[in-house]
């Protein structure tokens, strides 16, 4: 990796949500722990109710969500990370993800993250307190949803609703 793209895919990485916080040469780490990878349009990187054993990191691209169902709930745009929660919580991935648009994507094992994590305590708590704030922001989120939609449904008139 050449030393400015390196240190800017440093930088680029360290702002996603999950990293945040993190110092450069712990972001280079996680870096080092990844393989870097191309997928085409059509490449199912997860797959709903699969073992959790690998995040991604979305450098260029695009990917979709679909439930196990096969409704399109999400679209992923550049730049994050996928089956995170997965990894940490190695809970079976809820859904699967498919490449939509040909990506650059850094792959990383869960048994490489899970060593990091339990080598470096700093990394550790700095991760899990991304991971809450990123929970509790889509609970929040969510939150917000269910009343709109209680409020949409409350102002349907009760004869038009029981047709």
Not at 41 to 54: E, H, K, T, Y
Not at 82 to 96: D, H, K, L, N
Not at 129 to 150: F, G, V
């Amino acid at each position: 990796m050449a030393s400015n793209a390196g240190n800017i895919l440093v930088k680029v990485i360290g702002k996603i949500d999950i990293f945040k916080g993190l110092h450069p040469l712990q972001v280079k780490r996680v870096l080092r722990m990844a393989s870097h990878k191309t997928y085409k349009a059509g490449f199912q990187l997860c797959v709903n109710d699969a073992p959790s054993d690998s995040m991604f990191i979305l450098v260029t691209g695009e990917l979709v969500v679909v439930t196990g169902d096969g409704t399109q709930v999400a679209t992923i745009f550049p730049v994050t990370t996928v089956g995170e929660m997965g990894v940490i919580t190695g809970e079976r991935r809820s859904a699967t993800v498919e490449v939509s648009r040909p990506s650059h994507i850094f792959v990383i094992a869960k048994r490489n993250f899970d060593r990091y994590l339990s080598e470096d305590a700093e990394v550790r708590a700095t991760i899990y307190k991304n991971i809450i704030d990123a929970l509790s922001a889509k609970l929040d989120n969510s939150n917000k949803r269910l009343s709109d939609l209680q409020r949409e449904l409350a102002s349907v008139p009760r004869d038009f609703a029981a047709t």
